[in-house]
């Protein structure tokens, strides 16, 4: 009888691991957050200036060029109105974000007092670099010790901390470019990174959260040790899958939880999404047809759920409406209150589903992404600056061979990814998964302990195999873990892991032919590193039998595949003009994945899964659950045709099921017929007829 | 004799003992160090300093703290945060105070960069004057020129007007302008007419290489001076114009650095010996 795949099935709890007491800044737990997935209640309060005579003005935002208030008095009014109206009237949720400016209220303990009674979450944005807290707007600004510590002693750990909002984008559009002269390693960028974010952070008293807007380096924030929760701001931004492969990775590595703050803007689409306005703002950065669609905003809340977020935060504004009421019971009275937007049911709707499905698993991601330390990738083109230069790291430092193979496996498991942001139709911020929303990125100091959690493992850009990092692969793979690998990458001896030996030698080739279906293949230029066969499978070959692809399968059940190829890619190509970033175009890469790499890793990659999606390209995310016969399926179209397909249970008939979106069963079978209309979502609680996975236990 | 330096931060992990010797055969007179070099040593340690470089007759040309200081992170003489910026000018004042026991004379500066919001150009450029304005009466004090350069990516005063504009408007005697080569060429700028626009201004002169290619980024990189965009008959024809300039050549390279700054300095055909 074959084995059942042994699954990592915990979610990632900061109060168990191992290192929490150790930490000085704690993370945010479960037991914190009450062991509930939290949405947002609101952003902001009212407030007013007082002026010299005590006569009360509406607060507004200071001109952005030149000005400010000054040394202005402010208070917060209707604040528990305010409260009223969006915990409990509506209920929208439990997490309040402020700016940093309520600091300056004359009644900011009232507030935060407030705040403690009703047991509600407090994070506090808006630290800007170089602009003045005269403005009281987004600020340099530091928080006096006496305000942290009474926001501590009233929230305890439910103040979630100081924002650390952005500023990934903000340093790689703006500062990195600053250093003089420009960075020459890798290791020297994260120097100057670190730099950075020791000065922001030390402002804000080191008890921050971050709210990334590049969160591929995600891991650089956990590491630094003062950062209680990761998480990002989704939307227009970047593509969701990819960016969720980072900040859950770092979350598992580092044991800290993860979140998405979802928002309406998308600078391609002209600004923020407000389907309450009839037309567009007369200031043209606001409307029905700008920034994000809802159709889009739908997706994202539900999938941040099924990624293992902590908090799923949705909607700058627009909850309720400025133009309609209602008339409703408030204290045993009717009163007239704000109406629902589309937005404020899409939320509520959202919050409601959580309330029925509260154990809706762990994502399963078995496939970890293994990236150097140093590695400072990031997408080929981002958000930050908008149609700057592409292919970038660090901000300040060209992709290099390593870098291209990184993008290049994105485009593979998230087909479009780097179009996210840079097209009117948002294609590319979700995209279909043909191999499994399956991987997670961690980076090669991670521990031991956390490898061992999944089952297989790429190696990725400039990692090296050597040292303590390859004793951590060898032991992986001894624990029953495979391995893909690539001769580059390859520095000590490995021959007992991988069964090859580097001769140290490289050749061009253009062709490569396929062992088992002894089919050749056109290829373009590329370099191979020349290896020995001492002990593994040959995959793939030149037409003179020289091995291209080999795999050694270890008594544990591991197997470690070997590519000769570098990086798996082709030589640099040559393109008739430059490469260039624009939105509504595709970005070119001047590299091309090689076929034969192709053709051997990626249905590797797929037998991972637990489950078998049939059907057109489709978004896929599959979730544990303690039950060993239990799964959970998200399906998500992410294109304009309905989507009509079959899921099929890996080794087991589906007993029954049921549409979490409906809560209505579906008839069982060796199959299930699904069907999800256009651009929407649809999440499937599955039963099998016998268990379908081992829970691993790993010390 | 043109005073020629080379950088210290090319010499990464080389003891200022050992690097005198090295910069004394190769043919440099000068060596230019970070402002950070001075800040941290104490009295004694930058007398070692002096001691060891001068036994090898070699001077420090210049102390740079657009190297050492980006804005933001270690402060700016453009910051709108009034009393961030005096922090920082005091930094810029200790550095001042001691450049007189390596024997130094001149401390490289730029402006910052512009405020993300609250600032207007305006606004900067007068909080940045009155910053060069500070400086140069307090290096008027101790014998220092504070040389201010323009620095591609720390806008908006990037161009050789500008910076032609703020020496002039800061009218101190004390006060002029460093102009580095590729800074110039990643501004977009002709070398010989930059250092035109500089004119009576320019006192010190940073040669770099940068590759200016379409499709690939800019950046900031130092490069070795014969390696890149800038020709060597640009860098001949603007060494021909600024006859009297000191130098200093201002590169990086993860090679040899010590066969780095021979060839560059061939290049230049500036020799003393």
Known sequence: ?699 | MRSTAINRWLFTGVSIERLAGILSDIGFNSVELTAWEVLNKSHEDLESIWACLHAHEIEVSAINAVVSFVPYIHGSITDKISWRRKEFLRVLENIIEKMHIIDCHRLIVSPGRQAENYQTRDEAWRTTVESLRHLGKYGSRYNVEILVEAMPFRGPFKYSRDIRGLVEEADQPYVYASMDTGHVALAGEDLKVAAETLGKHLHYLHLSNVKIELGRPLLDEHRPLYDGTISIEEFAGLLSMLKDAPLAINVVTLNDPIICAKRCLQLIGNSRR
């Open chain 1, 1 to 699: 009888m074959k084995k059942l795949p042994s699954v990592w099935n915990k979610r990632v709890d900061p109060a168990i691991d191992p290192r929490f007491s150790k930490r000085e800044v704690k993370p945010v737990t479960w037991k914190d957050l009450e062991n509930q997935v939290h949405t947002l209640c609101l952003r902001r309060f009212e407030m007013v200036k007082i002026g010299p005579k005590g006569r009360m003005e509406d607060f507004r935002r200071p001109p952005r060029y030149g000005g400010s208030y000054g040394r202005e008095r402010l208070r917060v009014v209707r604040f528990k109105e305010a409260l009223d109206l969006h915990s409990e009237l509506y209920d929208f949720g439990r997490v309040i974000t402020l700016k940093w400016n309520i600091i300056l209220a004359e009644n900011f303990k009232e507030v935060v007092d407030e705040i403690a009674r009703r047991n509600l979450y407090l994070c506090l944005h808006g630290y800007v670099p170089t602009c003045i807290p005269e403005a009281l707007w987004h600020a340099e600004f530091q928080p006096p010790p006496e305000v942290h510590r009474y926001l501590l002693e009233r929230l305890g750990s439910r103040f979630l901390g100081w924002e650390n909002g952005e500023q990934d984008g903000r340093y790689v559009a703006a500062y990195a470019k600053m250093y003089c002269p420009a960075p020459l390693t890798r290791r020297q960028a994260y120097d100057y990174f670190l730099k950075y974010f020791r000065r922001l952070c030390s402002d804000l008293q080191d008890y921050v959260y971050y709210e990334g807007a590049l969160p591929t380096f995600t891991h650089y924030f956990a590491d630094m040790g003062n950062h209680r929760l990761l998480g990002a701001e989704i939307g227009g931004r970047g593509n969701m899958s990819m960016w969720f492969t980072f900040i859950r990775g770092a979350g598992k590595q580092y044991g800290i939880l993860w979140f998405s703050d979802i928002s309406l803007w998308n600078i391609c689409r002209g600004g923020a999404l407000n389907p309450e306005l009839e037309e567009e703002h007369p200031d043209g950065k606001v409307g029905p047809t700008r920034g994000v669609s809802i159709q889009l905003l739908k997706r994202l809340l539900y999938i941040a759920a099924m990624y293992d977020c902590c908090m799923v935060l949705s909607f700058e504004f627009g909850h309720l409406s400025c133009k309609r009421t209602v008339t409703r019971l408030v204290d045993g009275k009717l009163r007239k209150v704000p109406d629902l937007t589309a937005l404020g049911k899409l939320q509520l709707e959202f919050k409601d589903w959580l309330r029925r499905h509260p154990d809706h698993g762990v994502m399963y991601t078995p496939i970890a992404l293994i990236l150097d330390f140093y590695h400072g990738w990031a997408p080929p083109r981002h958000y930050y600056p908008w149609r700057g230069e592409p292919y970038l790291i660090w901000g300040n430092m060209p992709y290099r061979k390593g870098d291209h193979q990184i993008d290049l496996f994105f485009r593979e498991v998230f087909p479009g990814y780097e179009n996210a942001s840079f097209y009117h139709d948002e294609r590319g911020i979700l995209t279909s998964t043909p191999y499994g929303d399956i991987f997670d990125v961690l980076l090669s100091n991670m521990p031991e302990f956390i490898l061992n959690r999944y089952n297989a493992a790429v190696v990725l850009g400039e990692t090296y195999m050597e040292g303590e990092f390859l004793e951590k692969i060898r032991k992986f793979v001894e624990a029953g873990g495979s391995l893909a690998v690539f001769a580059n990458q390859l520095r000590d001896d490995a021959e007992d892991l991988l069964g090859i030996r580097l001769l140290g030698s490289t050749k061009k080739c253009d062709h490569s032919v396929l062992s088992q279906e002894n089919l050749m293949i056109y290829e373009p230029t590329f370099t191979m590193h020349e290896i020995e066969v001492t002990g593994a499978e040959v995959l793939a070959t030149t037409r003179h039998g020289e091995p291209l692809v080999t795999s050694k399968r270890h008594s544990s059940g591991g197997e470690a595949l070997v590519f000769a190829a570098d990086y798996g890619l082709s030589d640099h190509l040559d393109f008739h003009s430059p490469i260039v970033n624009e939105p509504d175009r595709p970005l070119p890469s001047p590299y091309q994945l090689l076929r034969h790499v192709y053709a051997l890793l990626f249905p590797w990659l797929r037998k991972f899964n637990l489950v078998e999606v049939i059907g057109p390209p489709i978004q896929y995310i599959t979730s544990v659950t303690e039950d060993p016969s239990r799964l959970l399926l998200t399906l998500c179209n992410n294109d304009a045709q309905p989507w009509f397909g079959n899921v099929k249970i890996k080794g087991a008939n589906v007993a029954r099921a049921v549409n979490w979106m409906t809560d209505k069963p579906l008839q069982g079978g060796s199959h299930l017929n699904v069907k999800v209309a256009p651009y929407d979502v649809v999440i499937l609680e599955l039963y099998a007829d016998r268990p379908v996975i081992r829970s691993k236990e790993i010390c």
